[in-house]
Each structure stands twice: as C-alpha cells, then as structure tokens.
C-alpha cells in the first residue's frame, strides 16, 4: 500500500471511470489542480489508482470520516470541475463511498 | 463499471497486493480456481480490478453482506490459497472490508 492508513473506522471513495478520449481539452490542467485541492482538503488521507491498458481507472481516495467526502464534493471550484467533466470529459463513472470496517495486512519478511 | 450493483447498503472488499515475480509457481492455476470458487460463493456481487504496469494489484471485491466475506475467509481451500500466497507468491497486501453507504453514477447520454 502506498500510504500509511489510519485505524479503522475510516472512509473510501471507489471511483470507476472512463474518460471520453475525443474529447479531453482542458482536461489534464484541471486533473492536476483538483489532485493538489484534494490533497489538501481536511481528512483526507491518500489514494490507490490503477489504470488498465483500455484506459477505464479504479481509484480509491481515502478519507478521514464521511464530513470530509461532503466537504469536498461542495467545493466551489471541485464543483465546476465535476460539472466539466459531465459535459465533455467522462464517458462514464461510478462513486460509491464506504466506511472500512476492518483492515489487515501482509508483508513479506526477507 | 462492469456489474450491476444492487441499491447500497452492501459490502466492498478493496485489496491492493504485489506479487513476488520470483516465486510464482503454482500461482496462475491457484488464482483461476480462487476466481471460479469465489464467483460461486453466495452473496457474491461482482469485482473490479486493475493491474499497473510495475505488476501492483488493486481489486474491489463486493458482496452482499459482511456475512458472505466471513464465510469466502474461511473456505478451505481459499485458506489453502491463502497460506501459499503468504509463503511464496505475495511479497505484500493490504485487506480493507468497507460497508457501501451510497452510490451513485454518470452516464454520458449519447
């Protein structure tokens, strides 16, 4: 894992999502500003993302508590950005924001 | 995303894993026979899952209810897998059970 998780109880925001690459003008400015807005919004805590070769993206941003998500789903300029992105930029996505319950892990002991 | 979800709450299983690329064998068959058992297992939803080019895994497994993730843990043979991927074939992961509270989606309307 990339970062350093607290204990649970803590908050998960799986996104699924496909950008429409025909239409990505202004696209990776605006990418860049909301990962620097959203690093440092209050709660948060980090991020996993994979993208596969078809480029569909699995991103998990993690949260301190469900306050945070909200927050930062209203943030003015977070909310342009979303707007954007529904006209031109995403095919397609999927939110989903879920309270980890339980955590445990496994590192290899050389 | 790949699956239909069925309305929340239900269960996400987020696992993010590094395969140790010395030690893999046995690996490929073992992972087939996990995938077919645990697309048996009841209350099983549906997953999604991306690999990054540097071979690190983030999946989303997801599940009706807290009770059918209990039930995949202690499967025997899933506790077979579970023993040889920490003896050989993981060099790390990290296990997050999380309760989907909501969701919600865009599609772009053509």
Redesign the interface.
């Known amino acids: ?2 970062f350093t ?1 607290p204990e ?1 109880p803590y908050y ?1 925001v ?1 996104i ?1 999502s496909a950008l ?1 690459e025909s239409n990505l003008d202004g696209y990776a400015a605006m990418d860049e500003r909301m990962a620097e807005l959203g690093r440092a919004q209050p709660g948060y805590l980090g991020r ?5 070769a078809d480029g ?3 991103t ?1 941003l993690y949260y301190q508590n ?1 306050e945070s998500i909200a927050a930062w789903k209203q943030h003015p300029e977070h909310l342009e950005a979303q707007r954007r992105g ?1 006209e031109a930029w ?19 002991q050389e």
Chains 1, 2 share one sequence.
């Not at 996993?48 to 596969?52: C, G, Q």
């Not at 095919?91 to 892990?105: K, T």
């Open positions: 894992m990339s998780r649970p998960a799986i699924t429409d996993e993302s994979r993208t596969a569909r993206e699995l998990v469900a529904r995403y095919a397609n996505y999927h939110i989903e924001v879920a309270r980890v319950e339980r955590a445990y892990g496994f590192v290899r």
